[in-house]
C-alpha cells in the first residue's frame, strides 16, 4: 500500500487524526518553505545557523518540527538566506 493510500485510509476511518494533520499544516508548511530556501542558498544547517548567529541544533529543532520559532528568528532566517520572509491571513 502506497504511503498515500494509506493516509487516506487513516482519515477516512479516524476523522480525528485528518483534524490534527490539518491543524499542524502551517507550521510544516514554513518548514518547508525555509528547508527548500535554506537547499537553495545552498547553505548547511551549519553555515545557515553560522550566519544566524544560533547554534546548529537550533536550526535542526526548527526543520524537525520541534521548536515554535519566534518571529525574529524566521524573519533573520530569511535575510540570511537573502529572502524576506511574508506572512498572510487568508
Known amino acids: 500500500m502506497k504511503y ?34 535554506r537547499k537553495a542558498a545552498g547553505l548547511t544547517q551549519k553555515q545557515l545557523a553560522e550566519k544566524m548567529g544560533t547554534k546548529q541544533a537550533n536550526i535542526s529543532r526548527f526543520e524537525n518540527g520541534n521548536a515554535n520559532p ?9 535575510s540570511c538566506m537573502g529572502k524576506t520572509l511574508h506572512i498572510t491571513f487568508e
Not at 70 to 77: A, H
Open 4 to 37: 498515500s493510500e494509506y493516509k487516506a485510509k487513516i482519515f477516512a476511518e479516524q476523522p480525528e487524526v485528518k483534524a490534527e494533520y490539518d491543524r499542524l499544516a502551517p507550521q510544516y508548511e514554513v518548514i518547508r518553505a525555509a528547508i527548500a530556501s
Open 70 to 78: 519566534s518571529l525574529e528568528f524566521l524573519q533573520k532566517m530569511a
